[in-house]
């Protein structure tokens, strides 16, 4: 597959249950449908950064793009940008037909520390609930 930014090798290389294929010249990451999904509800946290220290950025080398991003998976399908969150918005760009996504760097980790936030507010939310409980039923 080609990255869609700048048309060099995508890579494929393993992030917890998923295999993730990443643009090492520019740094961004194809998702296929439903990895996002995976790897959110997986709890894992710093994969950018894990990926550069156990592989490295081996130099690829760049090519000339003209016009839109395009799906490295479906013939000439632009990529569409939407906004991905539980609660900081990040746009990335999603495929119209398969639904895979484009992450520029850094955004893969940002939307799973957004997910994480999401997480703690939803606990400290229960267990304020079960304290107004307990006290409630205290008095």
Known sequence: MKCP???ASLSPLPAND????????CDGIWLDYGELKKLRESGAQGIEQDLE?????????MQNLDGYLRCPCCD????RSIYVSYIKPVRVDRCPSCYGMWLEKNELDTLLQDKKQLDNIKVEKSLKDLLAGLIKKMR
């Open 53 to 61: 220290e156990q592989f490295g950025n081996p130099a690829a080398p």
């Open 76 to 79: 000439d399908k632009g990529l």
């Open 18 to 25: 998923v295999t993730l294929d990443k643009c090492h010249s």
């Open 5 to 7: 930014k700048c048309a």
